[in-house]
């Protein structure tokens, strides 16, 4: 009984392990990949363009509208880029918070992710006390008990990797990493 990836749904296409993303219109699960899509099969994991017969990534939408609605080529006037936002200093664009590294005013913080409680470090953190389940600190400056809090984690005895596989049967919780399925013990 070997184990399988559970996070994401497969190709279906034999020994094809990448993600399936593609289907016929109107299907809502993916049936195949991208290398392995049949003739006429559109991505239907992502959300499109919301112009007819458009199947491009939207990426445009009005200032404040949660995602995107149209791409560039069929966006309305007045819409923004709201799925990266850009810098907003006269020329640059960077994709980044209100202002990229390079054109942030002083005293201003990243807003993109969390980072690493440790003064001056700019890391994203993922280790904490067991038990908790937001980091607070990065792999550098970790403190001794503290265990890596993003993800499920394997469920062999002092493995402590992320999990992403389980068994067929149990396809929805994952118990084990790559390196602790039964298959390779």
């Known amino acids: 009984?070997?184990?399988?990836?559970?996070?994401?749904?497969?190709?279906?296409?034999?020994?094809?392990?990448?993600?399936?993303?593609?289907?016929v219109m109107g299907e809502r699960r993916g049936r195949f990949c991208t290398q392995?899509?049949?003739?006429?099969?559109?991505?239907?994991?992502?959300k499109r363009c919301e112009h007819a017969g458009c199947g491009k990534t939207p990426f445009f939408n009005l200032e404040g509208g949660s995602g995107g609605r149209f791409c560039a080529q069929?966006?309305?006037?007045?819409?923004?880029?709201?799925?990266?936002?850009?810098c907003k200093h006269a020329g640059c664009g960077q994709p980044r918070g209100?202002?990229?590294?390079?054109?942030?005013?002083?005293?201003?913080?990243?807003?993109?992710?969390?980072?690493?409680?440790?003064?001056?470090?700019s890391k994203v953190p993922y280790f904490n006390l067991e038990g908790e389940w937001r980091g607070r600190l990065c792999a550098l400056h970790k403190l001794e008990g503290m265990?890596?809090?993003?993800?499920?984690?394997?469920?062999?005895?002092?493995?402590?990797?992320?999990a992403t596989f389980n068994s067929k049967v149990e396809r929805k919780a994952r118990s084990a990493c790559r390196e602790q399925q039964p298959a390779r013990h």
Do not use: I, W, Y
Not at 3 to 20: F, N, P
Not at 74 to 86: A, D, I, Q, T, W
Not at 103 to 118: D, F, N, P
Not at 147 to 162: L, N
């Open 147 to 162: 265990v890596f809090v993003d993800g499920a984690r394997c469920e062999r005895p002092g493995c402590g990797k992320v």
């Open 74 to 86: 069929h966006k309305l006037e007045g819409m923004e880029n709201v799925r990266s936002k850009r």
């Open 98 to 121: 209100r202002f990229c590294r390079d054109h942030k005013l002083e005293g201003m913080v990243t807003v993109k992710s969390q980072r690493c409680e440790h003064a001056g470090c």
């Open 1 to 23: 009984q070997g184990m399988v990836d559970v996070k994401s749904r497969r190709c279906k296409h034999a020994g094809c392990s990448r993600r399936a993303r593609f289907n």
């Open 36 to 46: 392995h899509k049949l003739q006429g099969m559109v991505n239907v994991k992502d």
